[in-house]
Structure formats: C-alpha cells, structure tokens
C-alpha cells in the first residue's frame, strides 16, 4: 500500500542521511541530466526516441517556456519528458462508469494542479508553477497539430472534451488525429 511504500522511502533516505522530497522537477536538475545514457534500458523508450525523431527528420526537440524568467533551448532528444515523470495512481472501473470517472477527472484536473503544482524551476529558470505542463506539451512535439499554433490537437492534451458515451472516444479520437508511434509491439 502507499503508506508502506512511502516509510520505506523514508528509510532508505535516512540510511542515506537523506530525506524523502515530494516534488516534481528536482530545481538541480542540469540538461546534461536529460542524455540518452540515462534513458530506461526498455525497448519502447529508445524505439520512441528514434520514431519522433525520424518524424522530426532528425530536428532536435524545440522548448521556449516563458514564465517570470524564459527558457529557450533546443535537445536532441526525447529525454526531456524524463523531467515531467509524476506520481500516479490508476483507478479501475466498470466501462460502463468510465466516462463519469474521466469527466469528473477532467473538471478536478485545473483545481488540483493549482494546489499541487510544485515544478517552477527548470535549469534555473524561474518559470510556470507547474513546468511540468509545457515541458510535457513540447518535449515530444511533431509537425501536424503539436508544432502549429493550433492548440486543440496537440499530442500532449486532455482531449477535445468530455466523454458523452464511452471511454473509446478518446482512443477514436487520437486514431483520427496521430499516427501510431509505435506499430508494432516491442514486448521484452
């Protein structure tokens, strides 16, 4: 459970003369973090990064995030989604409650991202208070609705609204807007 995951953080931290820290970027983090030789040795990942980048056609990735500070940088990878990783839990239900879950979630997503939000530094930068969002919305962004000024089909978003019948909305509507990243199952 959560409560025992969380105390046995705390203890390795201690043996660590360390303490645990909820938080979502770590204000250290440096770009050079952010370098494939850090990326997870799963097949998907590095199948990920080369098929942005053949879809990019090998431009690297583009971040201006402007807050009290700016930030504008280029990366010649996806590694910078590695700095918008998050706790989560996933709660399942009933297809048939599935739509009155996801609208209620989508509705309570800006409150509690306004009490939670806990990511304003980036390399130094002063920025959102949650940098999390447009690192995420432009860490992995491809021509065709994430590179336009076009907001409703960015890759990274909520959807284009609520559920009105079932949760297969939302897949029907990513088939109808973005090709598959990976097409072929890379199970390890």
């Keep these: 459970d959560l409560e025992s995951l969380w105390q046995r953080c705390q203890r390795v931290a201690a043996e660590l003369n360390s303490t645990v820290m909820l938080i979502g970027i770590p204000p250290t ?15 998907r990942f590095r199948a990920i990064n080369d098929q942005i980048l053949s879809r990019r056609r090998g431009r690297p990735m583009e971040l201006a995030i402007h807050g009290e500070d700016s930030l504008h940088l280029t990366h010649p990878d996806v590694m910078l989604e ?4 998050s706790f989560q839990t996933h709660l399942q239900v009933a297809a ?15 409150p509690v991202v306004a009490v939670a939000a806990n990511s304003p530094l980036l390399f130094g930068k002063r920025l959102w208070q949650e940098t999390r969002i447009p690192l995420f919305e432009q860490g992995v962004a491809l021509a065709g609705g994430d590179a336009s000024d076009d907001q409703s089909h960015r890759r990274v978003c909520f ?23 990976l097409p072929a199952d890379l199970s390890e």
């Design 29 to 43: 983090l440096r770009a050079e973090d952010l370098s494939l030789e850090h990326m997870s040795s799963q097949a």
């Design 82 to 85: 590695a700095a918008t990783t």
């Design 96 to 110: 048939s409650e599935g739509p009155a879950f996801f609208n209620a979630a989508l509705a309570a997503s800006a």
């Design 159 to 181: 959807g284009s609204g609520y559920v009105k019948a079932s949760l297969l909305e939302l897949f029907e509507e990513n088939l109808a807007h973005y090709p598959s990243l």
